[in-house]
């Protein structure tokens, strides 16, 4: 089904923007793993809209109810099941979009596929509200990997209209060797704070004009080690791209150097091996962490490109789909003038998950559980 994701753990969201609630499912975790509920609360706020002036006025508390699979702080071993009950939604803004679909939005495709049965109040399955249950399932799994040693950061990288480089020429990407993770700021995802200033600068001025923007979120992973992964279509880019394009406003994900390794020789490209303390390391990590699908013990570095929010307050074209006529759209609601900064914990969610999935395959390859 095209909600669930996962081979060794089985994630499933269920839910609309607008509904009674928004969840998750998460099976195949195994039991006596500990859970910090406080801790992954403070993960989720990160995400929550209505906290400051780059996200959408919508209030919600987004405090998830579990209703099964933990006992006394502890996985049991049951399907883990929790549920973030909507209290904060007007759906009469969007009335007029079975006949009039946003551009920029999945209104047309979703009246095409579902026959107008689909619900549009806030898109619906197809809301970016979809993600607070991906960010539960996430916030768990990160808990897990740490314990384990395995970290997860990322950062905004860049917003679409600003340099990607500050006045200092400070580069606000992370040291592909080397990432520091406790760099980054929780407030506003970035490493660099003037380059963060000017961010939150233009996105002030885009949403004075009535318009949205988006931009690139870098994220790293640490404490891997080497032989997560599987060739062919089991690899470590495809398990963590397949994840991270559910999100919605995602666009592209590349990884280690990306679309610059096309242009580059092989003696460019190709990362130089060494050995440092019984431990085999590269000089370089251009390849990202991952050859062959496969984790070399050298940090995961990857970037997914967030689209402008489509929905924004000036006037757009559009068609009468009942009248079968063009016609002019004023979007209401409310809306993020920039979803990248709380598209940050999202990208570290499904990380996390898509690694713990491969955890979860490496010990049963070996026997470990």
């Known amino acids: ?29 195994p039991a006596g793993l500990p859970v910090d509920l406080d801790k992954l609360q403070q993960f989720l706020n990160r995400r929550a809209p209505g906290q400051n002036d780059w996200s959408t006025p919508r209030r919600e508390e987004d405090r998830p109810e579990f209703l099964a699979g933990l006992l006394d702080g502890y996985t049991c071993g049951a399907p883990i099941a929790a549920v973030i009950y909507n209290k904060n939604t ?25 026959g107008g049965f689909q619900d549009v109040a806030g898109g619906g399955h197809f809301s ?91 994220c790293a992973v640490t404490g891997l080690p080497a032989g997560l992964g599987d060739p062919m279509f089991g690899g470590m880019e495809s398990r963590i791209a397949s994840i991270v394009y559910g999100v919605p406003a995602v666009k592209y994900v590349d990884f280690g150097a990306g679309v610059a390794a096309a242009y580059r020789q092989g003696s460019e490209n190709n990362d ?69 900064p709380r598209a940050v914990p999202v990208i570290e969610a499904a990380a996390a998950i898509a690694i713990y999935d491969a955890v979860l395959a490496r010990r049963r390859e070996i026997g470990g559980i």
Request: aromatic share 6%; glycine share 12%.
């Open 90 to 114: 007007r759906s009469k803004d969007y009335s007029n979009l079975h006949d009039v679909p946003r551009p920029g939005h999945a209104d047309y495709t979703a009246q095409v596929k579902y």
């Open 272 to 340: 130089s091996y060494y050995v440092e303390d019984g431990i085999v390391k590269t000089m370089t990590n251009h390849c990202g962490g991952i050859l062959g699908g496969i984790t070399n013990g050298m940090p995961l570095i990857f970037r997914a490109a967030i689209k402008p929010t489509p929905s924004i307050s000036q006037p757009q074209q559009s068609v009468s789909l009942s009248r079968m006529e063009n016609t002019t759209l004023e979007i209401k609601g409310r809306h993020d003038p920039c979803i990248v």
């Open 128 to 218: 970016g509200r979809l993600t607070a249950p991906l960010c539960i399932a996430g916030g768990l799994c990160k808990q897990w990997l740490e314990q384990e040693g395995i970290r997860i950061g990322a950062h905004i990288l860049g917003i679409a209209g600003v340099p990607k480089y500050d006045d200092d020429r400070d580069e606000p990407a992370f040291d592909t060797l080397n990432p520091e993770l406790d760099q980054i700021s929780f407030d506003f995802p970035v490493l660099s704070t003037k380059a963060g200033e000017k961010m939150r600068e233009h996105i002030a001025a885009v949403r004075a004009e009535g318009d949205s923007v988006g931009g690139m979120i870098e």
């Open 1 to 29: 089904m095209s909600s669930t994701y996962g081979e060794n753990l089985k994630l499933s969201i269920f839910g609309q923007s607008h509904g009674a609630g928004i969840g998750m499912t998460l099976d195949g975790i």
